[in-house]
Nanobody, 117 residues
Framework: QVQLVESGGGLVQAGGSLRLSCVHS????????MGWYRQTPGKQRELVAS??????NYANFVKGRVTISRDNAKNTMYLEMNNLKPEDTAVYYC????????????WGQGTQVTVSS
Protein backbone atom coordinates (compact mmCIF):
# COMPACT_ATOMS: atom_id res chain seq x y z
CA GLN A 1 0.00 0.00 0.00
CA VAL A 2 1.35 3.40 -0.99
CA GLN A 3 0.88 6.45 1.19
CA LEU A 4 1.25 10.04 0.04
CA VAL A 5 1.67 12.85 2.54
CA GLU A 6 1.66 16.50 1.53
CA SER A 7 3.10 19.41 3.45
CA GLY A 8 4.07 23.02 2.87
CA GLY A 9 0.71 24.68 2.50
CA GLY A 10 -0.16 27.83 4.37
CA LEU A 11 -1.20 31.45 4.17
CA VAL A 12 0.74 33.77 1.88
CA GLN A 13 0.19 37.20 0.40
CA ALA A 14 -0.42 37.67 -3.29
CA GLY A 15 2.88 37.69 -5.14
CA GLY A 16 4.46 35.40 -2.59
CA SER A 17 5.85 31.90 -2.90
CA LEU A 18 5.32 28.47 -1.40
CA ARG A 19 6.89 25.08 -1.88
CA LEU A 20 4.71 22.05 -1.45
CA SER A 21 6.18 18.63 -0.75
CA CYS A 22 4.74 15.15 -1.15
CA VAL A 23 6.48 12.19 0.40
CA HIS A 24 5.49 8.71 -0.76
CA SER A 25 6.07 5.55 1.24
CA UNK A 26 4.86 2.02 1.52
CA UNK A 27 5.12 -1.16 -0.48
CA UNK A 28 4.02 -1.80 -4.01
CA UNK A 29 5.30 -1.13 -7.46
CA UNK A 30 7.30 2.02 -8.00
CA UNK A 31 5.32 5.11 -8.83
CA UNK A 32 5.67 5.95 -12.53
CA UNK A 33 4.09 9.38 -12.50
CA MET A 34 3.12 11.91 -9.88
CA GLY A 35 1.06 15.03 -10.01
CA TRP A 36 -0.48 17.90 -8.13
CA TYR A 37 -4.19 18.62 -8.23
CA ARG A 38 -6.15 21.36 -6.55
CA GLN A 39 -9.76 21.79 -5.54
CA THR A 40 -11.93 24.61 -4.26
CA PRO A 41 -15.40 24.17 -2.75
CA GLY A 42 -18.05 23.44 -5.36
CA LYS A 43 -15.54 22.86 -8.13
CA GLN A 44 -14.02 19.75 -9.62
CA ARG A 45 -10.49 18.78 -8.76
CA GLU A 46 -8.15 20.07 -11.49
CA LEU A 47 -4.66 19.07 -12.53
CA VAL A 48 -1.99 21.65 -11.76
CA ALA A 49 1.13 19.83 -12.90
CA SER A 50 2.46 16.33 -13.42
CA UNK A 51 5.82 14.65 -13.81
CA UNK A 52 6.83 11.31 -15.30
CA UNK A 53 10.53 10.71 -15.64
CA UNK A 54 11.91 13.92 -17.10
CA UNK A 55 8.61 14.90 -18.71
CA UNK A 56 6.60 17.63 -17.02
CA ASN A 57 3.18 18.99 -17.80
CA TYR A 58 1.58 22.21 -16.53
CA ALA A 59 -1.91 23.61 -16.60
CA ASN A 60 -2.14 26.85 -18.54
CA PHE A 61 -3.25 28.76 -15.47
CA VAL A 62 0.07 28.11 -13.69
CA LYS A 63 2.56 28.03 -16.57
CA GLY A 64 5.55 30.21 -15.85
CA ARG A 65 4.71 30.42 -12.15
CA VAL A 66 5.22 26.88 -10.86
CA THR A 67 7.84 24.17 -11.17
CA ILE A 68 7.26 20.52 -10.44
CA SER A 69 10.19 18.29 -9.54
CA ARG A 70 10.89 14.95 -8.02
CA ASP A 71 13.73 13.64 -5.86
CA ASN A 72 13.59 9.86 -6.19
CA ALA A 73 16.31 9.37 -3.59
CA LYS A 74 14.04 11.06 -1.05
CA ASN A 75 10.77 9.65 -2.42
CA THR A 76 9.58 13.23 -2.57
CA MET A 77 7.86 15.39 -5.14
CA TYR A 78 7.81 19.18 -4.96
CA LEU A 79 5.74 22.01 -6.33
CA GLU A 80 7.47 25.36 -6.25
CA MET A 81 4.87 28.09 -6.65
CA ASN A 82 5.78 31.72 -7.28
CA ASN A 83 3.82 34.91 -7.90
CA LEU A 84 0.82 33.38 -6.19
CA LYS A 85 -2.60 34.85 -6.84
CA PRO A 86 -5.76 34.80 -4.72
CA GLU A 87 -7.33 32.48 -7.29
CA ASP A 88 -4.65 29.91 -6.46
CA THR A 89 -6.33 29.44 -3.08
CA ALA A 90 -7.35 25.76 -2.87
CA VAL A 91 -6.60 22.45 -1.25
CA TYR A 92 -3.68 20.92 -3.11
CA TYR A 93 -3.50 17.16 -3.47
CA CYS A 94 -0.61 14.91 -4.38
CA UNK A 95 -1.39 12.00 -6.72
CA UNK A 96 0.50 9.03 -8.08
CA UNK A 97 0.12 6.11 -10.44
CA UNK A 98 2.15 3.05 -11.36
CA UNK A 99 1.38 2.88 -15.05
CA UNK A 100 1.16 5.63 -17.68
CA UNK A 101 -2.23 4.35 -18.82
CA UNK A 102 -3.68 4.13 -15.30
CA UNK A 103 -5.90 6.66 -13.69
CA UNK A 104 -4.40 8.36 -10.65
CA UNK A 105 -4.40 5.56 -8.12
CA UNK A 106 -2.87 7.10 -5.01
CA TRP A 107 -3.92 10.32 -3.30
CA GLY A 108 -2.73 12.32 -0.34
CA GLN A 109 -4.96 14.00 2.20
CA GLY A 110 -4.39 17.49 0.82
CA THR A 111 -2.75 20.66 2.06
CA GLN A 112 -4.47 24.05 2.18
CA VAL A 113 -2.99 26.96 0.29
CA THR A 114 -4.52 30.36 0.96
CA VAL A 115 -3.40 33.46 -0.92
CA SER A 116 -4.57 36.78 0.48
CA SER A 117 -4.99 39.86 -1.67
Amino acid sequence: QVQLVESGGGLVQAGGSLRLSCVHSGSGASIYAMGWYRQTPGKQRELVASIAGHTTNYANFVKGRVTISRDNAKNTMYLEMNNLKPEDTAVYYCAGKNDPFDTWKYWGQGTQVTVSS
